[in-house]
């Protein structure tokens, strides 16, 4: 699991600055094999690589969290070969990188309604999750199977039978309570997250977790986003001002008290 070590020394990286949970939207595979003539399956491959280029720096940077939306609910209704495909590639590139990840301390985790997976695909997602459940390193965690809402339908669903059962009073029911009824509760929520493919839109993705994130939108096919354009994103994340809803003068003043006191008001 090597990274580009130029890139760790850029000048422009300030390592009290960097974001600690990096989530990512993986955008413009088919568009970027389409542009060159090749089926679509060639770029969902090429965007394996850009997986793990972008998962090695992420973990040379000491990012603590790394979350990839790797197939939404709504990808299951694609044509059935390339959800083949995209199984076939998960299941290899867990298999191939397992021994590098247990290598580098690195957790694996995994968000969604995994029940709907492939039987061969869940049992080797299933692999990872046990084999690297004690990893103290950094946290890569692949949204299969996801759908934000239907995260939130989950969590509402989990809470109205506790509520039936009288484990919870609904007048008592807060953010804090909601939100640990989440697929991954322990999660830190994304300071940053970017979308690849030149596209604008969150795509239903972690809508409840990014709700101050900074979103960076960038114009590269997710083959084409690599160490390079991660250090690319950070740089720009740290030139932002975060103010969680507070004034500039307050935001650089205050601790992280008053930054979660800001979230409760407006951004």
Same mark, same amino acid.
């Given at each position: ?11 422009r ?6 974001? @600690? ?8 595979n088919?568009?970027? =094999?389409?542009? #060159?003539?090749l ?6 491959r090429?965007?394996?690589?850009s997986?793990r %280029?972008?998962?090695r720096? %992420?973990?040379?940077?000491? &990012?603590?969290?790394?979350? &990839?939306?790797?197939?939404? &609910? *709504? ?5 059935? /070969?390339?959800?083949?495909? $995209?199984?076939?590639?998960l ?6 990188? &397992? ?17 709907? $997976?492939? #039987? ?7 692999? =990872?999750?046990?084999? /690297? ?5 950094m946290?890569? =965690? ?6 934000? #809402? ?5 969590? =509402? ?5 506790? !509520? ?5 009073? +609904?007048?008592?029911?807060? *953010?804090?309570?909601? %939100? ?8 830190p929520? +994304?300071? $940053?997250?970017?979308? /690849? ?21 960038s114009?590269?096919?997710? +083959?084409?986003?690599?160490? %390079? ?24 003043? *205050? ?6 006191? @800001?979230? !409760?008001?407006?951004?």
């Open positions: 699991m090597s990274s580009d070590p130029r890139l760790l020394s850029d000048s990286l300030a390592p009290d600055r960097m974001p @600690g949970h990096v989530a990512i939207i993986m955008d413009g088919g568009r970027w =094999a389409q542009e #060159r003539g089926d679509r399956t060639a770029g969902h090429e965007g394996v690589e997986v %280029a972008v998962v720096q %992420a973990h040379a940077l000491g &990012l603590s969290t790394l979350t &990839l939306y790797a197939f939404s &609910l *709504e990808n299951w209704n694609r044509p059935k /070969t390339e959800v083949r495909s $995209l199984m076939g590639l299941e290899e590139y867990l298999d191939k990188e &397992l021994p590098e990840i247990m290598e580098k301390d690195v957790r694996v985790r995994a968000l969604g309604r995994l029940d709907r $997976l492939p #039987r061969t695909a869940r049992l080797v997602v299933n692999h =990872a999750l046990r084999k /690297t459940a004690n990893n103290q390193g946290t890569l =965690a692949f949204a299969l199977s996801y759908g934000a #809402r239907q995260e939130i339908v989950d969590a =509402a669903r989990q809470l109205m039978r506790e !509520a039936f059962a009288g484990k919870i009073d +609904p007048e008592s029911l807060d *953010e804090k309570t909601f %939100a640990a009824h989440m697929y991954a509760p322990d999660l929520d +994304p300071d $940053l997250m970017i979308r /690849t493919g030149g596209e604008s839109r969150v795509s239903n993705f972690l809508l409840w977790q990014i709700a101050y994130a900074e979103i960076l939108n114009p590269l096919m997710w +083959p084409d986003f690599r160490e %390079a354009e991660l250090v690319e994103a950070i740089v720009e994340y740290q030139s932002r001002e975060r103010r969680f809803g507070l004034t500039g003068e307050q935001a650089k003043g *205050e601790t992280g008290e008053g930054k979660d006191a @800001g979230k !409760a008001g407006q951004s």
